[in-house]
């Protein structure tokens, strides 16, 4: 089992920018995929976006795409979620996860973070 960390979250106002960083315990294998989710006041735990931590493209809800960016520095064993532009819509709890598959559902991965908060001021 993989111990993930966040880190990064906080209140911003609507526009501003955050960087969330997620640490996992140990050096991912080679078909590991990590995934940025969130979950708002009241509402289901959605996808944000994934990347493969040894190459190929990002994947983004189509909510984020053009503001949030996904990313990985593998000497430092991190995946980050640089986040622009935030919206009062953006505000909720925000989860990193492994998995092994490139998956938008939340099923297809085996371990979590215990999620930073994003409040973002109108």
């Known amino acids: 089992q993989v111990q993930l960390v966040e880190s990064g979250g906080g209140s911003v106002q609507a526009g501003g920018s955050l960087r969330l960083s997620c640490l996992p315990s140990?050096?991912?294998?080679?078909?590991?995929?990590y995934a940025w989710f969130r979950q708002g006041p009241g509402k289901e735990r959605e996808f944000v976006a994934l990347i493969r931590y040894h190459g190929g493209s990002a994947l983004y809800a189509d909510s984020v795409k053009g503001r949030f960016t996904i990313s990985r520095d593998n000497p430092k064993n991190t995946v980050y979620l640089q986040m622009n532009n935030l919206n009062t819509e953006d505000a909720a709890v925000y989860y990193c996860?492994?998995?092994?598959?490139?998956?938008?559902?939340?099923?297809?991965?085996?371990?979590w973070g215990q999620g930073t908060q994003v409040t973002v001021i109108s």
């Open positions: 140990q050096r991912p294998y080679s078909r590991s995929v």
């Open positions: 996860a492994v998995g092994t598959q490139d998956s938008t559902n939340r099923a297809a991965y085996d371990d």
